[in-house]
């Protein structure tokens, strides 16, 4: 399985802008679906967007659609979650996954590979 670490996470004010970054050890990077999910205080993981394998494709979650952009270098090894127009709702812990599927997905059961979270806070 692939190991990975978020990065990028802090506090910002309503209607700034934060970038993650999710960087994967192994050399099969690649091969790996990729997606954001994140867990609001007191409520459940959400599912946030996810990304190809070559990066072509790309869903998002009706309330982050048209603000939060997801992309990835696989010669880095490295998956990123731009977010905009940042709302006090944003506020979650955001994890990385990553499924070996080739069939896209957003059920957190599908993912083997978790990272341990980065904190989204948004201030209104």
């Known amino acids: 399985q692939v190991q990975l670490v978020e990065s990028g996470g802090g506090l910002v004010q309503a209607g700034g802008s934060l970038r993650l970054s999710c960087a994967a050890s192994?050399?099969?990077?690649?091969?790996?679906?990729m997606a954001w999910f994140r867990r609001p205080p007191g409520k459940e993981r959400d599912f946030v967007g996810s990304?190809?394998?070559?990066?072509?494709?790309?869903y998002y979650a009706d309330s982050v659609k048209g603000r939060f952009t997801i992309s990835r270098d696989n010669a880095k090894n490295t998956v990123y979650l731009q977010m905009n127009s940042l709302k006090p709702e944003d506020t979650a812990v955001y994890y990385c996954?990553?499924?070996?599927?080739?069939?896209?997905?957003?059920?957190?059961?599908?993912?083997?590979?978790w990272g341990q979270g980065t904190q989204v806070t948004v201030s209104s």
């Open positions: 996954a990553a499924a070996q599927t080739v069939i896209p997905t957003r059920v957190p059961a599908d993912f083997r590979s």
């Open positions: 990304i190809s394998q070559n990066g072509a494709i790309t």
């Open positions: 192994g050399r099969t990077y690649s091969v790996y679906y």
